[in-house]
């Protein structure tokens, strides 16, 4: 059996040079099956801003009508991998205000969950407050072994949104979940992994983008309707949106592609397969 060819990941571009850095971007491979969102605020540990939310959305928006997307890359630039929401963005004496952005970061954070194709956090740095929720958004997570994480919403006097509150529990489980929140412990990566709230562990960058690319790689061979089709269906069983009928017409869908001949004929003809998503 012959080895797939690499899956092709775009080179993240380069962060902007004045001291604010610029909003985040999206870049492609040229190969069109790999694009990379970059948080591009080092200075600032990657604090999202209300500007920064929406532009968020847009690009994945972008990603989502992306015809030949198969994998989406999140990563950060800098010593942090995000510091989460502004929280001078804030207004405490003002109730609607202080609930705008909490609730803009929670519509940006579930759009990126409910992207069809899978996604991996590529983690090289710290992860506080709302950006680890951005992170148990995607659907794989690596992660260096002296990144900190912290959920410091207790010691600010915040109550989580919703959906975030659910993506905890529903990824690392209910007493873990109370830890970090209710505890507002600072744990590294090993802590992180033991905890299942990431995949992998690398000593260092090099590592790091291995495994990714090793995940990326693994996805793209991959049949695309069984892939999406799949993650829709386990994260509607994770968040307890069971409709049976919509996860019967995707298995449907799949026993009647041309993904699922094509599959079957390589295995049979022992070579990789080359899947089309339809």
Known sequence: MHAPAPASRPEPPA???DDDGGPPTLTCAADGRCATLQLNRPRQHNRLSLQDLLQL???????AALPGLRV???RAEGRSFSAGFHL???????????TRGPRLFEQTVDRLEDLAVPTIARLQGGLYGG???????????????????????ARLGLHYYPS???????R????????????APTLDGEALRQLGLLDTLADDEVGLDAAVDALVEALVAGAPLAVQGMKASLNEIARGEVDLARLRAREARCAASDDLREGTAAQ?????????GR
Not at 88 to 98: F, Q, R, T, V, Y
Not at 164 to 170: A, D, E, K, N, P
Not at 268 to 276: D, H, L, V
């Open 268 to 276: 049979a003809e022992r070579r990789m397969p080359r899947f089309e």
């Open 15 to 17: 962060a902007a040079a």
């Open 131 to 153: 950006a680890i929720d951005l992170a148990l958004a995607c659907d794989f997570r690596v992660g260096l072994r002296d990144m900190p994480l912290r959920m410091p919403a």
């Open 172 to 183: 690392l489980g209910l007493q873990a979940a109370k830890r970090l929140f209710l505890l």
């Open 164 to 170: 975030g509150l659910r993506r905890y529990v529903s």
């Open 72 to 74: 989406l890359v999140l």
């Open 88 to 98: 001078g963005d804030l207004d405490a004496g003002d109730a609607e205000a202080a």
């Open 57 to 63: 959305q847009r690009l994945i928006d972008e990603a």
